[in-house]
């Protein structure tokens, strides 16, 4: 079968509609494109459909119309441990394993993968690096660290086996100030060097300009508009305004 996305799309959401059994509409009529090696930020209010949306792109839901596609194929009726070994994803509220210490989260692809375990702790030592924590932090469990720590370990779970795409639920959700802007910084700095395409969820204005190669807004499970950092803070879209403004008014631009 032919890829029939369009050229550079590494994601392509066509039509996407989602409803929960019970018939209740969550997302309507998606349409969306992620280019291959930008951060594409997923921007909205609590409950516009973010997790949603990026949970249709490894199939933790499958979309009630509409279509898919990840490399220019449809993912409906592909291999789902496959399409999932090409994505990296760091679920809200983290979701480490609390009876798996740091090295086993951090292993566990590369080893359901049959990596060799000497290429698999030498990958560990690699990410606990990449992701600014030491080494000996391995052997402790997640109720052990502080979020931040958390945080990193679960991008670093996301990177193990190398994904060439990365889906990111508020990775940076739960933190202090501070914090949140070195991970923050730090991401930029692996972005520059890995150039992964990144589908990254926000409700922070400040954290979609600061990340995002572009921005989509998603209101009531509809993408409202789709458009770059500085576009968006020029927008008259009503509601890129609104968020523009309480963005200029905030103290520190504070969370939505
Ligand atoms: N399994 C479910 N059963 C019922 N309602 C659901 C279910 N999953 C999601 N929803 C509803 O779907 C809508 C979108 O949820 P989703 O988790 O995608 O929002 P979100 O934008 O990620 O919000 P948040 O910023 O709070 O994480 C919400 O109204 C939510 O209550
Ligand atoms: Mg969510």
């Known amino acids: 079968m032919e890829p029939h996305t369009a050229d550079g799309a590494a994601i392509e959401f066509r039509d996407v509609s989602y409803l929960l059994p019970a018939g209740q509409q969550i997302l309507s009529h ?5 280019l291959r090696g930008e951060t594409l ?7 516009s459909g973010k997790t949603t949306t990026l949970k249709l792109v490894n199939r933790l839901l499958s979309p009630s119309s509409g279509e898919v596609c990840v490399n220019g194929f449809s993912i409906k009726n592909g291999d ?4 999932r070994r090409g994505l990296g994803y760091v679920i809200q509220d983290v979701g480490l394993f609390p009876h798996f210490n740091v090295e086993r989260n951090i292993a566990l692809v590369p080893r359901l993968e049959g990596w060799p375990e000497e290429r698999v702790q030498g990958r560990v030592r690699e990410l606990l690096e990449l992701v600014g924590l030491e080494e000996h932090i391995a ?4 109720h052990q660290l502080s979020g931040g720590q958390r945080q990193r370990v679960g991008v670093a779970r996301a990177l193990a086996a190398d994904p060439a795409i990365l889906l990111m639920d508020e990775p940076f959700g739960a933190l202090d100030p501070l ?4 991970l923050q910084r730090e991401f930029l700095a692996l972005q520059r060097r890995l150039s992964k395409t990144v589908v990254f969820v ?3 204005l400040r954290e979609a300009l600061r990340l995002g190669s572009r921005i989509a807004l998603l209101e009531a499970g ?3 508009t789709v458009l770059s950092p500085p576009e968006f803070l020029r927008s008259q879209n009503p509601l890129a305004a609104a968020y523009a403004r309480a963005f200029a008014n905030g103290p520190n631009s504070a969370a939505y």
């Open 139 to 142: 052997s402790r469990y997640p």
């Open 202 to 204: 926000t409700h922070d």
């Open 222 to 224: 509809r993408v409202v």
């Open 80 to 83: 789902v441990i496959r399409l």
């Open 179 to 182: 914090t949140r802007d070195e």
């Open 30 to 34: 998606l349409n969306l494109q992620v």
């Open 41 to 47: 930020i997923l921007l909205g209010r609590s409950g």
